[in-house]
């Protein structure tokens, strides 16, 4: 059983589209979390969400939105997708703020 | 903000120790966590140390912290190709923000 999955896998699309990617965690965990991962490797905060409730929102454009529909579900929605988004972006979860995180798979975003 | 700087690339032989170092800035009580990530895959957790143990030992890792340098470092004994992989250090502060900060990462090569 797969413990936190992600949705698409790969993702290429033109600039300016919008896209949205899911992540879904069948662990019971209360917090989840995007980061995003550039070509360099270097993994950075974006969001998180405890009990649906955003409780983390690190530097990010205004462009993305999380959603979490509930505990278990975690969406990422870009808007004008631009060029310097390109980057791979993993969901996680964990069972309290502090505590060990379960990565997602990983969703490579391509904008040409 | 917190910082949290490792090495990136560290080369070794089959069957040789590996030693990763990572270092922190945060000064309160803090979780600090060791991700590996192998290629086209998430990070996937190895093992964790609060700020208040010294030590941690789990089969062939090794966990050493001196919080007085804020010097964390792993440790894989008889080091194989499969262990070959990107190390990621993490710092989650316990009080406060709870923002997850990640080291650039240790790129692990291991030669036959």
């Known amino acids: 059983d797969t413990a936190v999955s992600q949705t698409p896998k790969y993702l290429v699309t033109q600039m300016g589209n919008d896209k949205s990617i899911k992540c879904e965690q069948n662990?019971?965990?209360?917090?989840m979390y995007w980061y995003k991962q550039d070509s360099k490797k270097f993994l950075k905060i974006m969001f998180s969400y405890n009990n649906k409730e955003l409780i983390i929102n690190e530097t990010v454009p205004n462009r993305f939105s999380p959603k979490s529909p509930d505990k278990a579900h975690l969406n990422l929605h870009i808007n004008s997708l631009e060029l310097g988004d390109s980057a791979v972006y993993f969901c996680?979860?964990?069972?309290?703020?502090?505590?060990?995180?379960?990565f997602g798979p990983g969703t490579r975003l391509t904008v040409l | 903000g917190e910082d949290v700087e490792q090495s990136l690339f560290l080369s070794v032989r089959e069957g040789d120790s590996s030693v990763i170092n990572c270092t922190y800035t945060d000064s309160s009580s803090t979780y600090l966590y060791w991700y590996k990530q192998e290629p086209g895959a998430g990070l996937q957790l190895l093992t964790y140390?609060?700020?208040?143990?010294d030590m941690k030992q789990d089969q062939r890792l090794t966990v050493l912290l001196n919080k007085k340098d804020k010097h964390l470092s792993l440790r894989i004994a008889d080091t194989q190709t499969g262990d070959s992989a990107i190390y990621f250090c993490?710092?989650?502060?316990?009080?406060?923000?709870?923002?997850?900060?990640f080291g650039r990462g240790t790129s692990l090569i291991v030669h036959p």
């Open positions: 993490a710092e989650i502060p316990s009080g406060g923000s709870y923002i997850p900060t």
């Open positions: 140390i609060f700020s208040n143990m």
């Open positions: 662990l019971g965990h209360d917090t």
């Open positions: 996680a979860s964990s069972p309290s703020r502090a505590a060990e995180q379960f």
